[in-house]
């Protein structure tokens, strides 16, 4: 986060932050806190209420703190994270704790809400692509993973039972999750429940920002350049509508340019599996960011953008809920939904 201006923070950046905390908070300033976390950076930006605010910075802190705790939780690069357990775990029927109960309750009704696009159970693809640039499978191989599970919809097929506390996951044995993104998004809707007292606010995680704007202030959210790093293709200045407290906005960015890897075959793959194939998607789309009221909503739709291709994606990001959408092809054109054009700086 950089603080452009007292009454414009400009959040920028897809996926890092770099902070300019206030050392002493006046009036309309942005404290920060920032910490490296979930393969990024993640940050709390809160707005400094009057000319001496010293609960900014420990309610940053606060919220940073939990935010740590709850990503330890569901993490895959940790052999002891709640998610690497299930993960690990051979049985059809496992219990999990409430924490990662929601994130995969989550998981589920972002795929009901993209027609099945959204999918948590591709782990293995995606190893199996990471694999595949690794040892230069050329096109026409399958990894080990696809020779043992593919990309059958039917051996992804999955429940949750809910309990007072946590759940029991049933699925196949041996179905395994990734929540990466679908996880970041409901951490930064959940760190922003956190806040105390009537403040603006942006909880960065790692991209998918949640943002919380009082009535009368106004923040600018910048759209990354994926070709070039530093610059903005847009800025989106969002304002809190007068007829309620305040307003809840999250802005989420896909895309193909990160995790993606090419072999000796010229073959470039990707971290973003399509549930269709199991295998990195075929599209135009090199990045998509849409505006919704949530940040996990955004990163769902995001996602599903980046996957169906730009024709797809503009027909299916035109519904109720989606405040707007950038996407970028690999023909170097920038596509905006029209409903955008309100927040256009």
Known sequence: MTVASPTAPHLAGVTRADV?????????????????????????????????????????????????????RLTRFEIDSDLSILNADRRPAVPVRPTLAAVLDWGREAEGRTDGIVDIALLDERLAAEAAARLDVGAGHDSGADRDRGSSSASRVWSLDRRVRGAVVHRPSGLRFDLDGVAKGWLADRALDLLAGPRSAGIDADGDIAIRLVRGDRWGIGIADPDTAGHDLAVLELEARDDRPATRFGLATSGTSVHRWVGRDDMARHHLIDPRSGRPAVTDVVQASVLAGTARAAEAWAKTAVILGSEAALEALDRPGIEGAVLVTDRAEMLILPSTQRWLA
């Open 20 to 72: 300019l905390p206030a050392a002493a908070p006046t009036p309309g300033s942005v404290v920060s806190a920032t910490h490296p976390m979930m393969g990024g950076t993640v940050g709390v930006h809160l707005r400094a209420v009057g000319p001496n605010d010293p609960a900014a910075a420990q309610e940053a802190d606060r919220i940073l703190a939990r935010l740590a705790a709850w990503a330890g």
